[in-house]
């Protein structure tokens, strides 16, 4: 038998989302929508050249996206989705003695990139609210600077559905070392309707530079809909998307990813129709569970965080007994999708029954 690292006993892999036959998933925060129009022509028309290694510098999907946000392609990323990103960002900013930061709860892959290559994790805990501490986050960084290579900060926030203020933003930036990456986690962006800032705002100083330590994640999988294509983006200084492309496996961007993402960007006004529909309905179901007296936290992202603590197993089970799958965190909470208005309303008669138990 070959010698597996040591270490890696202790790795607790990244658990998806189920998927049981039959049965509605509100679990992965997948879009219920089908492609945008006009992508399953493009998909379709990308199939006569499979045989071609992708396009590694991704130049047509830069150029949109650079087009969309006002920035050159060197100051674009591109990923195999962004969680890879997320992985690319541990690689290419942590020693191998380092640790990186983040409130929890949060993505729950962050602990599992980190551990992956051997980097250490450094956790504050979320606020009575829900929401990221980002004071508690920023002294919990400054009592070791040395130890920390990147601080990951969600908004909105998976699985709480919270943002994180301007002011919030800005004094993190302020107070923590220039040379600690911060990476504005934005793969929920799309569905927020609160004054939150857009991360991309952070990108440059009041001087207009490039801010040497932010990164921005953002993602095709969510809002867009092409989660089984797998593509992300970072947005940021040159020097940083450099580093991050240092370390990209080659061509792990595939071809079909790149011009199904390409395409749907042209088609921003039935995405935000999408979107819009999806944030309609988070009101709505927020507004039926609380009415239920469930402890349900506004959301800004396209799924809802119950609050049940240690109710959290039972009420996932009762859904699972209707057919319904939701994501559980053991004595924490359930997040659940919010979808289309008719799986809505079986998840809400779930929850009425549930209710009235
Ligand atoms: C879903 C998600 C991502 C990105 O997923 P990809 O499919 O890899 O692009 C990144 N961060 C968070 C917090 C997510 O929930």
Redesign the pocket.
Known sequence: MATIRRDLSELTPYKPGASIPGALKLA??ESPFGLLPGVAEVLDASTESLNIYPDNSGAALKEALGAKFGLAPENIAL????????QQVIQAFCERDQSIAFGWR??E?YPVLARAVGVGTITVPNTADHRQDTRALAAAINAKPEQIGAVFL?TP???TGTTITREEILEFLEVIPENILVVL????REFARDDSPDGTEFLRDEQGEFRSNVVV??????AYGL?AL???YALGHREIIAALNAVQVPFSVNSLALAAATSSLSQEQEASARIDTITAERERVLQELTALDLPVVPSQ?NFLWLALGEQSQAFDDFLRSKMIIARCFADSGVRVTVSLPEHNDLFLEAARQWAKR
Not at 185 to 188: G, L, Q
Not at 217 to 222: A, G, N, Q
């Open positions: 992965s925060n990923g195999n989705g962004s969680v890879t990103l997320c949060s993505f892959a969600c926030n998976n699985p986690d934005e793969a929920y994640l953002r993602t095709f999988s969510k989660a797998r593509v992300g992202a």
